[in-house]
């Protein structure tokens, strides 16, 4: 094996094939004979079900058929159906209603016109009950508060800290909006069932569909090759996938539904409001001793999205020995919130990346230098070791190219030539190191094809890249004629991909498996020469094909993960391995320029310096980088979902309205990776970039405001109003 080298910068394996359209998405697929469907959402957000007539839907013409919740009241909801570790909801198997806008009828008729028209005239008559839509609303349930993350006492070193900060910071219900809308299309061949969905989760897709459905899950197949964005949307079975499935089935056609964009504000998951108490306390010198920081996430009544883990990584970021997290859920009549891009990392970082800037006025330290004095050397949380630590690496590339060291301390001190206020903030980001079971097919013919299948999804990120990558540094093969398989069980068994943990996953078993490749080729002939290709070995051998296959299992795993995966589940290790704790890392510098009057606010440049071990593609890792300060930028200064309380409604349930930054929004973005290979994380020395890419982005925006402005807005998003 050669040793860990930067890989060369690379165009992305699939841009050819994507510039020229080749790859489709699951709604895209052409299938003969296809219906279509639509969904009718509830227009009560609690309540029940008394009647529902389907004549004037049924008489539509195309109309094929109209199902209720009689049609699927013996749907089960399985472990898998909500990605193998989550309770989960399947609407219309009764007549409970739990949240505004859950499918109550499902039409299926002969084009998308005359389903959508159809599921309009579908007629619901409702017992309502009342509802509580916001956790800001009387009725919403807080649970008890649950203890995150301790180290030392937290408490104590609070009551003995020379200087201190209290403060509370709110982030609003985010929605993730991949351009790909969320779609389920299923048809019957040769007794198979066979569902494509865009979905970063194509096991929980062929065992929660064959759960609710009581099919053998070896005559279940899901494909999705190619995602037109996941961000997490895309981890769960989808409200309409089972519904879609057993339509088809009952109507021996291939059935599609695309659910329409307005839809997924409220059956699609979204990143729940949450709000944040941080104390932190430390020295005059600018020492932190003690964090307390509790946190409130919104979250659904009858089912819940995990407990939120704002601690995990906010607690890493410095070393800072007496900790306390605390945290809990608050439940309301809302559909389930889930992941959304560094789905705790971001608004945990957003509020406690910001209470540190407030800690460095505090303090009159510059907050460049206050993260700088309080760097970990071990995890004081754990107190093991970290595979790497690089967080004062890349504050310190940072700072340089960004220029920090002509900062004016004094907030509204700086100001540009047309008069704008400029502020200069800075914030740190940490992620998670997690690795997952996976499992790699290795074929290499003598004619020149090479075939990689392995687990894992292509949302967009350029994961084929990076395997691809791997594959091509270690084995002389024909580049032109590499053919990758990901995100389809019909190529080899799948786990989801999500937690930045498809890279840590899926390159280290490409690297097991061309180990295991290169074993069976020098058994039958010897090492390659230098400059023999697999090919012409192959050729010289006479033997049209060799293939090999292995089970790769993450940094520290058992074989029960790979069964666990194997049975529909979810097997993640990391960020804590029995010998030491795992992050990627990332600092982020934000000018933001406000103009004195009418005090809009604009981001012309950010530098963002991420270590997220070696980098496998350079390129498809600067735009992920670059994408996730966009989001950022979005969660600080655009994005919230608007909920009216009366009805339980998002207002804003379109592209229109749900605002997020344009081309015209975004300056210039410097994104610089360290490139350091951490070996002892795994083999192939690479942790995940996606997600980490975002973490920190909004507190340097929200920080650089404040610098410019001298005001403190402690929620999101920042606007205009919030500066008169
Ligand atoms: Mo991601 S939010 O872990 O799919």
Redesign the pocket.
């Given at each position: 094996m050669s040793a860990l080298t930067p890989t060369q910068d690379r165009m992305r394996i699939d841009a050819r094939d994507k510039v020229l359209g080749r790859p489709l998405f699951a709604a895209d697929i052409p299938l003969r004979g296809l219906l279509h469907a639509m969904t009718t959402p509830a227009r009560i957000a609690k309540g029940r079900i008394t009647a529902i007539d389907t004549m004037a839907a049924a008489a539509v013409p195309g109309v094929v058929r109209v199902f209720t919740h009689e049609d699927f009241a013996d749907l089960r909801v399985t472990p898998a159906t909500l990605g193998g570790n989550q309770p989960g909801f399947q609407p219309l198997t009764g007549t409970e209603i739990v949240f505004r806008g859950q499918p109550v009828a499902l039409v299926v008729a002969a084009t998308l016109e005359a389903a959508t028209e159809a599921a309009e005239l579908v007629e619901v008559t409702y017992e309502a009950a009342p509802f509580t839509a916001t956790m800001d609303e009387p009725g919403a349930e807080p649970q008890p508060y649950e203890t995150a993350v301790e180290a030392g006492d937290a408490a104590a070193a609070m009551a003995s800290a020379e200087v201190t900060v209290d403060v509370e910071y709110r982030h609003p219900q985010n929605h993730h909006n991949p351009l790909e809308m969320i779609s389920t299309t299923a048809h019957v061949e040769d007794g198979r069932l066979i569902v494509r969905e865009g979905t970063?989760n194509t096991n929980a897709l062929k065992f929660g569909t064959a759960g609710a459905l009581g099919l053998d899950p070896q005559r279940v197949d899901a494909v999705s090759p190619y995602i037109g964005g996941?961000?997490?949307q895309?981890?769960v079975l989808q409200l309409q996938s089972v519904l879609v499935s057993r339509a088809a089935m009952a109507l021996g056609r291939p059935v599609k539904l695309v659910m329409p964009r307005a839809q997924l504000f409220h059956t699609a998951s979204h990143r729940p409001a949450s709000r944040h108490r941080i104390r932190l306390g430390a020295s005059r010198a600018g020492r932190i001793s003690a964090a307390i920081y509790e946190s409130d996430q919104e979250n659904a009544r009858y089912d819940h999205f995990l407990r939120s883990a704002h601690n995990e990584a906010v607690s890493r970021l410095y070393g800072i020995p007496n900790y306390l997290g605390r945290e809990r859920l608050v439940r309301v009549d809302t559909n389930p919130p889930g992941?959304?891009?560094?789905?705790h990392e971001h608004p945990g970082s957003y509020a406690f990346e910001s209470a540190v800037d407030e800690l460095s006025y505090a303090l009159g330290m510059d907050p460049l230098a206050l993260r700088l004095a309080n760097d970990a050397e071990r995890d004081a949380i754990s107190g093991k070791p970290f595979t790497s630590r690089t967080l004062a690496a890349c504050l310190d590339r940072g700072a340089a190219l960004f220029g920090w060291s002509e900062r004016r301390a004094a907030p509204h001190s700086m100001v540009a030539e047309d008069g704008s206020l400029v502020g200069w903030g800075v914030a740190s980001g940490a992620y998670k190191g997690t690795m997952c079971p996976c499992v790699a097919r290795l074929r290499v013919q003598a004619d020149g094809l090479t075939r990689l299948s392995v687990s894992g999804h292509e949302m967009g990120q350029g994961i084929r890249s990076a395997v691809g990558a791997e594959l091509m540094e270690l084995l002389p093969i024909r580049a032109d004629r590499l053919e990758i398989r990901l995100g389809d069980t019909t190529a080899i068994d799948q786990h989801h991909?999500?937690?930045?943990w498809g890279t840590g996953g899926a390159v280290p078993a490409v690297r097991a498996v061309v180990g295991r490749f290169m074993a069976a080729l020098t058994e039958l002939g010897g090492p390659l020469r230098p400059g023999e290709s697999v090919h012409t070995r192959l050729m010289a051998l006479k033997r049209p094909v060799l293939e090999v296959e292995i089970e790769h299992l993450g940094t520290s795993q058992g074989p029960d993960a790979l069964e666990r995966m194997r049975r529909g589940g979810v097997a993640v290790v990391g960020p804590e391995y029995p010998d030491f704790v795992s992050f990627s890392w990332i600092a982020h510098f934000v000018e933001v320029r406000v103009e004195p009057t009418t005090r809009r606010i604009r981001v012309p440049r950010v530098v963002s310096v991420a270590d997220c071990g070696r980098v496998m593609n350079r390129r498809t890792a600067t735009s992920q980088v670059a994408g996730g300060v966009v989001w950022g930028i979005g969660a600080a200064l655009r994005e919230a979902a608007e909920i009216d309380p009366r009805y339980g409604f998002v207002l804003n349930n379109d592209l229109a309205d749900y605002v997020v930054p344009v081309n015209a929004d975004i300056g210039a973005i410097t994104v610089d990776l360290l490139d350091i290979a951490d070996p002892m994380l795994n083999a192939s020395g690479v942790r995940g970039v996606?997600?980490v890419a975002m973490v920190g982005a909004a507190a340097a925006v929200a920080n650089a405001v404040y610098h410019a402005t001298g005001k403190r807005i402690r929620h999101l998003p920042i606007r205009i109003d919030d500066l008169l």
């Open positions: 970063q996941g961000f997490g895309k981890n992941h959304m891009r560094a789905p991909t999500a937690g930045s996606g997600e």
